[in-house]
């Protein structure tokens, strides 16, 4: 999603304390608990009892009656599950559904306990009785955002992220292109630790600091420590001094690493953080390139250090002439003239070095399980699935692909679905928001709630709410009833985002991603959009899902 300010992020120095208050704990359940993350074992049932027990801890559930309540069904049905009754499951978890509706009206839990475990119920009833398949989605998070890793709009993990996606939308049998949309230029950014089998870091560029010419900088790390002048020795001529930020100005640093003959300056932070570090040099305008990391990183060179030279290579330079990439795939009906089209969108391009798991490896994935299931769609409407690129620069493949259809296109779009975040694991976040431009319900909206409804799906957890920022608004613009769907904060108030702290930061990993919430997620939507365009489902069951897998 595209960056925004916001209104409120949790406490990264209250998860710092946590963390570093916690170093001998390396258990999933450990983890979970520092940041505040829905746990996911792959046995729904006792990881549903766990967050029970998190709740608990935290006060979301307030008596110890509704605990033993809640896991006395919950322990009922993982025993029809041990015994294979699938029928009986689903129907105990209905069951359980209007258990957590009375103990919300009654007070013995909160409105986030209430829509947690809603979630793990639809996560188990749709693994089960659906079509939509969250472990699908999983495996294609992980390609995205772990073996593809970021993907900056116009850069070669976007173009990668492109042709995967694509490939797999091919292989469904769709009609499938790969757009090229032009971009304003951007900043390449390269650190490689060469003496480290060119291990890439992240970094970021200091402003006010010269770019690198060609193929960049190469040398020895110097270890400068705090930048004193104290620090330097002569050592440090020809090498790229490593200073820790903190103490004297960075600019004052900067000085003193020239003062000594370095030819480059990396800052690494004296905090853990989840974002790269930002410095000011204030009214130095030095002659070295200068950019910072993480203290992880920083703290990982004095290390080596320790054990010989490290060489490493920086670059910073300005890219032109860039492009970003869509993906767009059609599925257009036999001997129909004209026909009406439904769009399923979500953006494959991610902010620089963040992995972009939840942001928006989540939705695309969401995407490509739903063209998955459509692919023997045979009805009178045209699908049309878009991954665009340049959605964090504002909407850039979006607005180029809308603005190449022609005016008869447009108006034979009838809605558009935005998928753009729809998997974090962060427990605050506990509702699916549908969110319009203007606030106000249309199609999309409608048919969510309608398709809620026929799923037993609370449609309290799929509030309507005014927001922009994503590849919804261009279609709003021409006309098109359009949504985005994103897990965020009950309360949220109009406009605003109150969603992960992991948002747009090398933290938004595979991780904190929840296979529940996307369930919940891709359940509803696929059932909206199959109620919109006369989709039979193939029995109503899950052909690659069983029982087994949601335990």
């Given at each position: 999603?595209?960056?925004?300010?916001?209104?409120?992020v949790f406490?990264i120095?209250i998860?710092?304390?946590?963390?570093?208050?916690?170093?001998?704990m390396?258990s999933?359940?450990?983890?979970?608990?520092?940041?505040?993350?829905m746990?996911?074992t792959?046995?729904?049932?006792?990881?549903?009892?766990?967050?029970?027990?998190?709740?608990?801890?935290?006060?979301?559930?307030?008596?110890?009656?509704?605990?033993?309540?809640?896991k006395?069904?919950i322990?009922?049905v993982?025993l029809f599950?041990?015994?294979?009754?699938?029928d009986?499951?689903?129907?105990?978890?209905?069951?359980?559904?209007?258990?957590l509706?009375n103990?919300?009206?009654?007070?013995?839990i909160?409105?986030?306990?209430?829509d947690v475990l809603?979630t793990?119920?639809?996560?188990?009833?749709?693994?089960i009785?659906?079509?939509?398949?969250?472990?699908?989605?999983?495996k294609h998070?992980?390609h995205l955002?772990?073996?593809?890793?970021?993907?900056?709009?116009?850069?070669e993990?976007?173009?990668?992220?492109a042709?995967?996606?694509e490939?797999v939308?091919?292989?469904?049998?769709?009609?499938?292109?790969i757009?090229e949309a032009?971009?304003?230029?951007?900043?390449e950014?390269?650190?490689?630790v060469?003496s480290?089998?060119?291990?890439?870091?992240?970094?970021?560029?200091?402003?006010?600091a010269?770019?690198t010419?060609g193929?960049?900088?190469t040398?020895?790390?110097?270890?400068a420590?705090?930048?004193?002048?104290s620090?330097?020795?002569a050592?440090?001529r020809?090498k790229i001094?490593?200073?820790?930020?903190?103490g004297?100005?960075?600019?004052a640093?900067?000085?003193?690493?020239?003062?000594?003959?370095?030819i480059?300056?990396?800052?690494?932070?004296?905090?853990?953080?989840?974002?790269l570090p930002s410095?000011?040099?204030?009214?130095?305008?030095?002659?070295?390139?200068?950019?910072t990391?993480?203290?992880?990183?920083?703290?990982a060179f004095v290390?080596?250090?320790?054990?010989?030279n490290?060489?490493?290579?920086?670059?910073?330079?300005t890219?032109?002439?860039?492009?970003t990439?869509?993906?767009?795939?059609?599925?257009?009906p036999k001997?129909?003239?004209?026909p009406?089209?439904?769009y399923?969108?979500?953006?494959?391009d991610?902010v620089?070095?963040?992995?972009g798991?939840?942001?928006d490896?989540?939705?695309t994935?969401?995407l490509?399980?739903l063209?998955?299931?459509?692919?023997?769609y045979?009805?009178?409407?045209?699908l049309?699935?878009?991954a665009?690129?340049?959605?964090?620069?504002?909407?850039?493949?979006?607005?180029?692909h809308?603005g190449?259809?022609?005016?008869?296109?447009?108006?034979?779009?009838?809605?558009?679905?935005?998928?753009?975040?729809?998997?974090?694991a962060?427990?605050?976040?506990?509702q699916?928001?549908?969110?319009?431009?203007?606030?106000k319900?249309?199609?999309?909206?409608?048919?969510?709630h309608?398709?809620?409804?026929?799923?037993?799906i609370?449609k309290?957890?799929?509030p309507v709410?005014?927001?922009?920022r994503?590849?919804?608004?261009?279609f709003?613009e021409?006309?098109?009833p359009?949504?985005?769907?994103?897990w965020?904060e009950?309360?949220?108030?109009?406009?605003?985002?109150?969603?992960?702290?992991?948002?747009?930061?090398?933290?938004?990993?595979?991780e904190h991603?929840?296979p529940?919430?996307?369930?919940?997620?891709?359940?509803v939507?696929?059932?909206?959009?199959?109620?919109?365009?006369?989709?039979?489902?193939?029995?109503g069951?899950?052909?690659?899902?069983?029982?087994?897998?949601?335990?």
């Amino acid at each position: 999603m595209k960056r925004f300010g916001l209104k409120k992020v949790f406490s990264i120095a209250i998860i710092i304390a946590f963390l570093l208050g916690t170093n001998q704990m390396s258990s999933t359940a450990a983890e979970n608990r520092i940041f505040n993350d829905m746990p996911h074992t792959g046995n729904v049932f006792a990881d549903m009892e766990k967050q029970i027990d998190y709740f608990k801890e935290d006060g979301n559930i307030r008596s110890d009656i509704a605990v033993r309540t809640l896991k006395m069904h919950i322990s009922g049905v993982a025993l029809f599950q041990k015994q294979g009754q699938t029928d009986k499951v689903i129907k105990q978890m209905q069951s359980f559904k209007r258990l957590l509706d009375n103990q919300k009206s009654s007070g013995g839990i909160s409105g986030i306990a209430h829509d947690v475990l809603n979630t793990y119920t639809q996560y188990a009833i749709g693994k089960i009785n659906g079509s939509f398949n969250s472990d699908n989605v999983m495996k294609h998070i992980k390609h995205l955002s772990v073996d593809i890793g970021p993907r900056e709009a116009g850069s070669e993990g976007e173009r990668a992220g492109a042709e995967y996606i694509e490939s797999v939308l091919k292989s469904y049998g769709y009609e499938t292109k790969i757009e090229e949309a032009p971009r304003s230029n951007r900043v390449e950014l390269i650190l490689k630790v060469l003496s480290d089998n060119n291990k890439k870091l992240p970094l970021r560029a200091v402003s006010g600091a010269p770019q690198t010419t060609g193929d960049g900088i190469t040398g020895n790390i110097y270890h400068a420590g705090a930048g004193q002048p104290s620090d330097f020795t002569a050592a440090a001529r020809g090498k790229i001094a490593l200073i820790q930020n903190g103490g004297i100005t960075a600019g004052a640093k900067v000085q003193n690493a020239m003062a000594a003959g370095a030819i480059g300056v990396l800052i690494y932070d004296n905090q853990d953080r989840f974002t790269l570090p930002s410095v000011s040099l204030g009214s130095v305008r030095p002659n070295i390139p200068v950019a910072t990391i993480t203290k992880k990183d920083g703290e990982a060179f004095v290390s080596q250090l320790s054990k010989g030279n490290v060489e490493v290579q920086l670059s910073i330079k300005t890219l032109t002439n860039q492009k970003t990439v869509n993906v767009i795939a059609v599925k257009k009906p036999k001997g129909i003239e004209n026909p009406e089209i439904y769009y399923i969108g979500s953006h494959l391009d991610s902010v620089a070095f963040a992995p972009g798991a939840n942001d928006d490896a989540s939705g695309t994935s969401t995407l490509m399980e739903l063209a998955r299931i459509f692919k023997d769609y045979d009805g009178d409407k045209e699908l049309r699935f878009a991954a665009f690129g340049g959605e964090e620069l504002g909407f850039v493949g979006s607005k180029y692909h809308i603005g190449n259809l022609s005016e008869d296109e447009v108006k034979r779009t009838k809605v558009q679905f935005q998928m753009d975040m729809t998997g974090t694991a962060w427990v605050p976040a506990s509702q699916l928001f549908i969110n319009t431009v203007d606030g106000k319900s249309n199609l999309v909206s409608q048919s969510t709630h309608q398709a809620a409804e026929k799923l037993d799906i609370n449609k309290d957890l799929l509030p309507v709410h005014m927001l922009s920022r994503s590849d919804h608004v261009p279609f709003h613009e021409k006309g098109v009833p359009s949504a985005l769907f994103i897990w965020m904060e009950p309360g949220t108030p109009p406009g605003g985002a109150d969603i992960e702290p992991y948002y747009h930061s090398l933290e938004d990993k595979i991780e904190h991603v929840s296979p529940e919430r996307i369930q919940l997620t891709g359940d509803v939507v696929f059932k909206a959009i199959s109620d919109l365009i006369g989709f039979q489902e193939n029995g109503g069951k899950n052909e690659e899902a069983s029982l087994k897998d949601a335990s």
